[in-house]
């Protein structure tokens, strides 16, 4: 997963043709414990690029985006959103992959 260090990179990474973002902070047990299948996960979709944003350096986008939870995970396709996974729950990988298989197919 690239994290993204700029707001002009998570403008250019929406762009994208397929991107999933994952919102994150280092202070997240859920984002440490989710950590080890994500590897697995970006190879299922290989297809897709997989980006990681830190909750703290981009508080500004998180409220516009109203990420109030994480992790979180945004999936965009050509400048768009076309689905979101967010909660304050602790995800499984299960869930994830049935989360980007479903906003993938849109």
């Not at 043709?17 to 590897?39: K, N, R, S, Y």
């Not at 109030?68 to 602790?90: A, H, M, Q, T």
Request: hydrophobic residues 40%.
């Amino acid at each position: 997963m690239i994290s993204i260090q700029t707001t002009e990179q998570f403008e250019e990474v929406k762009q994208e043709d397929g991107a999933v973002i994952m919102f994150t902070a280092g202070w997240c047990p859920d984002c440490v414990v989710i950590e080890p299948a994500l590897p697995e996960i970006e190879e299922t979709f290989s297809h897709l690029s997989f980006y990681k944003m830190d909750r703290d350096t981009f508080i500004e986008q998180c409220q516009e985006l109203e990420i109030f939870g994480i992790p979180s995970f945004l999936f965009f396709k050509n400048g768009k959103e076309v689905d979101r996974f967010v909660s304050k729950d602790r995800k499984t990988p299960e869930e994830i992959k049935q989360f980007i298989e479903k906003a993938d197919a849109k």
